[in-house]
């Protein structure tokens, strides 16, 4: 439920939950995100967002155990310190028709969905 720091990443994907994201000099990434509070990118481009996608047995006491609130994320209140003027250049929030898998943990398959 800490800090998490991606930095020089291209063409990736993540699923994390956290309790502050930030990127440096990344590109092309995809995130599906649970944050506290709002994730920062600075020097990034092409950073496409979307909720949370993750699930396993015990996830919800997980999350509760790491101080985040399953009901409250910021995944999508975005701030980039390369765009003043907010115009979202850098970053975009998924579509409902772009592709949002679950994602599960190894062996976990079975009971996530």
Not at 15 to 23: D, F, V, Y
Not at 34 to 53: D, L, V
């Amino acid at each position: 439920s800490e800090s998490i720091f991606i930095r020089n990443c291209k063409n990736c994907t993540f699923t994390i939950a956290c309790k502050q994201l930030r990127t440096r000099d990344c590109e092309n990434c995809t995130l599906y995100l649970h944050c506290k509070t709002e994730p920062i990118i600075e020097t990034s481009s092409g950073m496409r967002f979307a909720s949370f996608n993750g699930a396993y047995p015990g996830h919800h006491k997980a999350m509760i155990a790491a101080n985040l609130k399953p009901r409250e994320n910021n995944w999508h209140k975005v701030y980039d310190f390369n765009d003043p003027n907010k115009t979202g250049k850098n970053w975009s929030i998924f579509q409902k028709d772009e592709d949002m898998s679950l994602w599960c943990q190894v062996g976990d398959a079975e009971s996530c969905v």
